[in-house]
């Protein structure tokens, strides 16, 4: 089970960080992303990395700007979000796939587990 928390409303220029828990430990070779929802469009990628390695992966969107990390000891992922923008409003999501990244993609059918999505706001 994937916990997403953090969202919420923001200025333009603003920052959120928001954490994903796992409610077990995630093996190393995990792929885990954030996946966005926003309004009008399909999901798109923001940014995943697999568990146990240290090579992390962006949408273009958000390169420069957002910044995935993990927190081994707490079963957390979180994303960093700084000079949000408008167009970053949306759902955004936790999900987990059981192979690595270079493996799955962005492709939403790949990931096998998905969070509730926590709202991010940015007006």
């Known amino acids: 089970q994937l916990v997403e928390s953090g969202g919420g409303s923001v200025l333009p220029g603003g920052s959120l960080r928001l954490s994903c828990k796992a409610s077990?430990?995630?093996?190393?070779?995990?792929?885990l992303a954030w996946i966005r929802q926003v309004s009008g469009k399909n999901r798109e990628g923001v940014a995943r990395?697999?568990?146990?390695?240290?090579?992390?992966g962006y949408g273009d969107p958000v390169k420069g700007r957002f910044t995935i990390s993990r927190d081994n000891a707490k079963n957390t992922v979180y994303l960093q979000m700084n000079s949000l923008k408008p167009e970053d409003t949306g759902i955004y999501y936790c999900?987990?796939?059981?192979?690595?990244?270079?493996?799955?993609?962005?492709?939403?059918?790949?990931?096998?587990?998905w969070g509730q999505g926590t709202q991010v706001t940015v007006s």
């Open positions: 990395l697999t568990a146990g390695w240290t090579v992390t």
């Open positions: 077990a430990y995630i093996p190393v070779g995990y792929c």
């Open positions: 999900a987990a796939a059981r192979k690595a990244c270079g493996s799955v993609g962005w492709i939403e059918g790949s990931f096998e587990h």
